[in-house]
């Protein structure tokens, strides 16, 4: 079965530019999480989406990023202007929201902003 | 969600069980332990979860002590590929399911 697929896996740009991370939940998973990861802060939940409804976006960092689920299948994360501390490891997860089901992670993206 | 304390590191020999300790003192009768782990560059990895009785699947066991403040993740035969960052997270059962994760224990497996 195919797990939770994010693209792209690395992704190096210039500070300023915009970024688009994408993400493809497991098939009939209707929760979907984004995480972000470094090294000071390790993993953090940035915004979390429940039947496509973001629910608590509380973690985003600022309003450089976005977060958008046009449907079921695929989800965006998207920094407009990009800066150099934005440079992490992006994850993305989905779950089933019945009881008490845990997430499946992708393998992330590896944002590199010069 | 409660607080959960894990030591930073451990080792452990190939081939031995591996035992990760996690203390969650303040923890509330609706929520559950998780386990997760994370090898190298890759993303988290779900393990096991339980509430209050023993756990077993193909992974590990977990084991939850009688007043839940504790458990112990046990690794039965722990091989190489088993090094990893171990996560225990406490969870209240609601929607959405979020994890907050903490430090981890860093598992090194030496031959």
């Known amino acids: 079965d195919a797990g939770v697929i994010q693209s792209p896996r690395h992704e190096v740009t210039e500070m300023g530019q915009e970024v688009t991370l994408r993400c493809k939940p497991i098939?009939?998973?209707?929760?979907l999480f984004w995480y972000r990861q470094t090294m000071m802060r390790g993993l953090e939940l940035l915004i979390y989406?429940?039947?496509?409804?973001?629910?608590?976006d509380s973690g985003m960092p600022e309003d450089r990023f976005s977060a958008k689920m046009p449907n079921a299948s695929f989800s965006t994360l998207k920094i407009q202007p990009s800066e150099p501390r934005d440079s992490a490891v992006y994850f993305c997860?989905?779950?089933?929201?019945?009881?008490?089901?845990?997430?499946?992670f992708g393998d992330g993206t590896r944002l590199s902003i010069l | 969600d409660a607080k959960t304390t894990q030591p930073p590191s451990m080792d452990c020999a190939e081939g031995r069980a591996a035992n990760l300790p996690c203390n969650h003192s303040?923890?509330?009768?609706?929520?559950?332990v998780y386990w997760y782990r994370q090898i190298h560059s890759q993303g988290p990895q779900y393990i096991i979860h339980?509430?209050?009785n023993n756990e077993t699947n193909e992974m590990a066991s977990l084991i939850i002590t009688e007043d839940r403040k504790s458990s112990t993740l046990i690794l039965p035969h722990a091989t190489l590929r088993d090094t990893a960052v171990y996560y225990c997270i406490v969870r209240v059962e609601a929607a959405g399911n979020k994890l907050t994760f903490g430090g981890g224990t860093r598992v090194l497996v030496k031959p």
């Open positions: 303040t923890i509330s009768g609706n929520e559950y």
């Open positions: 098939s009939g998973h209707n929760s």
């Open positions: 997860a989905s779950s089933s929201s019945l009881g008490n089901q845990p997430q499946h």
């Open positions: 339980g509430l209050k």
């Open positions: 989406f429940n039947n496509n409804v973001p629910i608590d």
